[in-house]
């Protein structure tokens, strides 16, 4: 048994972690340099709407996850432009 937010937390699989919202963030990147910021963020969670992945929504809720994590920048920059230590700022988000 672990603690989350001071109080005990009885984690027992993968995804009783997510469920809780915990997540893993691997200290190799795991990135689509060719995706932007916000693709990144939601890649295999991808916003829709009309079964097309909605860029938009997707950017407006990059935003205060980036925020969060103190990152600011354009949810529609490309990946592969920014430096080492914001693509892990954008792993984190």
């Known amino acids: 048994m672990g603690r989350r937010e001071g109080q005990p937390a009885e ?3 993968v995804s009783d972690a997510l469920a809780q919202g915990v ?11 060719n ?16 079964g097309l992945i909605d860029k938009a929504r997707q950017r407006r809720e990059a ?3 980036l925020e969060s994590v103190g990152l600011a920048i354009n949810p529609s920059v490309l990946v592969g432009s920014l430096s ?3 693509q892990q700022l954008v792993e984190i988000a």
């Open 11 to 13: 984690i027992g699989s």
């Open 63 to 65: 935003k205060p996850l």
């Open 84 to 86: 080492i230590g914001q």
């Open 35 to 50: 995706l932007d910021v916000a693709a990144n963020i939601f890649l295999g969670r991808e916003r829709l709407r009309f």
């Open 23 to 33: 997540a893993l963030i691997h200290q190799e990147l795991n990135l689509a340099d």
